[in-house]
């Protein structure tokens, strides 16, 4: 069981350097999201997509990109990293109808 | 604004006491109240609350809703290191199922 598998889960860029975050889940959930957790902060939306084909910002969207690949696919794209966008992110997936999330292992990113 | 405060955002105690975690939420369109418990890596979920379910227990883990107040606790009795954790709170509102999360509570259990 697979579940939400992110990729990588560390890196390191320098400023202005660009990356996509990968996340794919296999338990044919409908809704996908990205998140971010700094010290302090808890788990802050950065973008969702509740179905294929659909995608929506959430708290705090500046500065990123996503893409819902497919049902299963969905991706995190960060077009000039900042030192300010260091922080560990989370994929999740979900069923609608209150369902609780499934969490990736999450990715540790740093950007000098 | 939607919003969910967690309190205490910090606590230290020892092997055998019992802890209370506190969730408040200010939500329109309220749907669900979630707690994880988060430890090294990925948040790991622990219950989940709506208005047909107000009250759950898990062994030494229970959590309590109460919508006329807007809030919800987490308690754990007779707490192990093992407890030791972020402990997040979570609401689903509106008219899609994203969770919005408290920053959350940091507990420590010293033996």
């Known amino acids: 069981n697979a579940g939400v598998t992110q990729t990588p889960k560390f890196q390191v860029l320098k400023t202005g350097q660009s990356m996509t975050l990968q996340c794919a889940q296999d338990?044919?959930?409908?809704?996908m999201y990205w998140y971010r957790q700094d010290p302090g902060m808890g788990l802050r939306l950065i973008y969702y997509?509740?179905?294929?084909?659909?995608?929506d910002k959430g708290e705090v969207p500046n500065g990123y990109n996503v893409s819902r690949l497919n049902k299963r696919e969905f991706s995190l794209r960060l077009e000039s990293a900042a030192p300010s966008q260091t922080s560990v992110y989370f994929c999740?997936?979900?069923?609608?109808?209150?369902?609780?999330?499934?969490f990736g292992s999450g990715t540790r990113l740093t950007v000098v | 604004e939607d919003k969910v405060v967690q309190s205490p955002l910090s606590l230290v105690v020892h092997e055998g006491d019992t802890v209370t975690l506190n969730c408040s939420y200010e939500?329109?369109?309220?749907?669900?109240l979630l707690w994880y418990k988060q430890e090294k890596k990925a948040p790991t979920f622990l219950f989940m609350l709506?208005?047909?379910?107000i009250e759950k227990k898990s062994g030494r883990l229970s959590s309590i809703l109460d919508k006329k107040e807007l809030f919800s606790i987490l308690n754990i009795t007779a707490t192990q290191t093992g407890d030791s954790a972020i402990y997040l709170c979570?609401?689903?509102?509106?008219?899609?199922?994203?969770?919005?999360f408290g920053k959350g509570t940091l507990l420590t259990v010293n033996p």
């Open positions: 999740a997936s979900s069923e609608a109808k209150n369902y609780g999330y499934t």
């Open positions: 338990m044919n959930h409908n809704s």
């Open positions: 997509s509740a179905s294929e084909g659909t995608t």
């Open positions: 939500v329109t369109n309220f749907r669900s």
């Open positions: 709506t208005s047909s379910g």
């Open positions: 979570a609401y689903s509102g509106g008219s899609n199922y994203k969770l919005t």
